[in-house]
């Protein structure tokens, strides 16, 4: 088994930064891709970044410029640099990432969720 855990959310106020961390352990062979959702009160879960094992990244437009993604593979770690804050970027933040387990091999990579980590952007 594995699992995510996120830390880094929190409270600020417009303009400031936040950066969000997600460590994967358990029983991995290896990762592929990893990211960051949202979702806020009443909406959908939207993917905010991801990035590949190769380093690839790709970001929804709302955070393209503010918002950097970034992972250290050994330590099994996702990271969300997030600048220039704006209320709508309150939301709770997860963590996303495909994982291949030694024990479960003939699964191949499986997604895996965090437990989610509340950010607010409020003055």
């Known amino acids: 088994q594995a699992q995510l855990v996120e830390s880094g959310g929190g409270l600020v106020q417009p303009g400031e930064s936040l950066r969000l961390s997600c460590a994967a352990s358990g029983d991995i062979l290896s990762i592929a891709a990893m990211g960051w959702y949202r979702q806020a009160p009443g909406k959908q879960r939207e993917l905010v970044a991801a990035?590949?094992?190769?380093?690839?990244?790709d970001y929804a437009d709302s955070v393209r410029g503010r918002f950097t993604i970034s992972r250290d593979n050994a330590k099994n770690t996702v990271y969300l640099q997030m600048n220039s804050l704006k209320p709508d970027d309150t939301a709770v933040y997860y963590c996303?990432?495909?994982?291949?387990?030694?024990?479960?091999?003939?699964?191949?990579?499986?997604?895996?969720w965090g437990q989610g980590t509340r950010v607010t952007v409020s003055s």
């Open positions: 990035i590949t094992s190769g380093g690839s990244t």
């Open positions: 996303n990432a495909d994982l291949r387990l030694w024990s479960e091999l003939w699964r191949g990579d499986q997604t895996y």
